[in-house]
């Protein structure tokens, strides 16, 4: 069996809303110290549905496959569910990682929540 899924090239290859929104309601930062590897993501929020989200990542296929994938499973829904998006239905939505590729898609998770804990605290300041 290949490596990576067809998935993972396809998102891979042409990553779905790679980029920066300028006037994000929520940014999240993470990184993984042992790789290296760094994913920022950005949200649009409006009257709490995702409308619009956009990544960079700095990083390895499975990572650049996997912030592709997540950004398509969160646009359009509530914040609530977005926050309950795991690693592991990132992972199954590409068809599957390899077992030590596993935590690239941790960072997508992760990257989510960061974007969302940032919109969470601006709304409280406000
Ligand atoms: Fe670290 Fe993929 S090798 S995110």
Redesign the pocket.
Known sequence: MALYSEKVMDHFMNPRNVGVIEDADGVGEVG?AK?G?IMKMYLKIDDEVITDVKFETF??A??IASSSMATELIKGQKVEDALNLTNKAVAEALDGLPAH?I??SV?AEEAIQAAIEDYKSKKNEN
């Open positions: 993984n790789c590897d990083g390895c499975s990572a590729k935590h690239c960072l």
